[in-house]
């Protein structure tokens, strides 16, 4: 069945400096005007930024999931109000261990998980911050949700993790940019990829990589309309099928074919109609991963030369 999910990301831009004595309020009241500016965009998913965490929170003011402060209070509220699922950035504690979290919060106000960040730098180790245990799936009314944290996007290890998740969305509050491997992130993990910054440039990206909305000068809130109900697919062998794809299917479908990566996404719109994966089984089309593993043992078949290694 097809799902669609409006996601977006705020922009973060007040400027505190660190130690500032007003950071916290400065911080927690433009949480509330950005997230005023989200509510009217009705939205299915929300990501906010990290400086929520590292300007807004002290390290003694981390908060629990059973026990919400000032920031997942306002997380809760801003669910339950708009119906929107939030990936907050937060200072979260548990077991003694103060963690640079993201609480996840399902549409209902109910919070339903946490990322903890797995990498951190020597200054939050410095800190006294403890690192979290790597990839975390939370399933929600947005879909299955994913994260990461600034720092983490450099660990491929942590991706790796999540590919074989089949996640929708993987959510990204950071005060890093992580320029490529932003795309890099989404396309291994065959997820759209939504982060949200303290200066231009967060935004979505779609599951081959593409930015699908930024933010930018005009738009502290990035908003996309998201097609969850997809299959990735190469070129190869289904090129060739895609006018009858369009033809046959016409608007229960949407066929996304971005420039220089070969492939394709082949989206499924219609909440009557087929899915995606029907699409794919009923039109034989091979999707992208089965492209590669078909692909790999081909050559494995056909390599002539074992691989050695040195002593």
């Not at 005007?33 to 906010?48: H, I, P, Q, S, W």
């Not at 070969?262 to 492209?291: F, K, N, R, W």
């Amino acid at each position: 069945m097809a799902k669609h999910l409006r996601a977006g990301t705020i922009l973060f831009d007040t400027n505190s400096p660190a130690g500032e004595s007003n950071q916290r309020l400065r911080t927690l009241k433009e949480l509330d005007a950005k997230l005023e500016l989200a509510a009217a965009r009705d939205l299915g998913l929300v990501v906010t930024c990290e400086a929520v965490e590292s300007r807004g929170q002290a390290m003694d003011q981390a908060e629990t999931l059973d026990r919400p402060g000032e920031v997942l209070s306002r997380y809760c509220r801003f669910a339950e109000k708009n119906h929107c699922v939030v990936a907050g950035s937060i200072k979260l504690e548990e077991a003694g261990g103060v963690y640079n979290a993201i609480a996840f919060v399902d549409a209902d106000g109910t919070p339903c998980g946490r990322y903890y960040k797995t990498h951190l730098t020597d200054g939050e180790i410095e800190k006294g911050f403890t690192p979290g245990n790597g990839a975390v799936v939370v399933e929600t009314q947005a879909g299955r949700l994913g994260g990461a944290i600034c720092y983490d996007l450099n660990f491929i290890e942590t991706a790796q993790a999540y590919a074989s998740q089949q996640l929708d969305v993987i959510c990204f509050p950071s005060m890093y940019h992580g320029g490529l491997m932003q795309g890099y992130w989404a396309y291994l993990c065959r997820s759209f990829f939504a982060a949200s910054l303290p200066f231009l440039g967060g935004g979505i990206l779609n599951p081959l990589g593409q930015p699908v909305a930024l933010n930018d000068c005009y738009n502290a809130v990035a908003v996309a309309d998201l097609q969850l109900d997809r299959a990735i697919i190469h070129l190869d062998f289904n090129s060739e099928k895609f006018t009858h794809l369009r033809r046959k299917y016409g608007s229960q479908i949407t066929l996304e074919i971005p420039a220089n990566v070969g492939s394709a996404i082949l989206s499924a719109i219609d909440p009557a109609g087929p899915t995606a994966m029907d699409i794919v089984e009923a039109e034989q089309l091979l999707l992208l991963d089965d492209y590669f593993a078909r692909s790999r043992s081909l050559n494995a078949q056909h390599r002539k030369i074992e691989t050695r290694q040195e002593n």
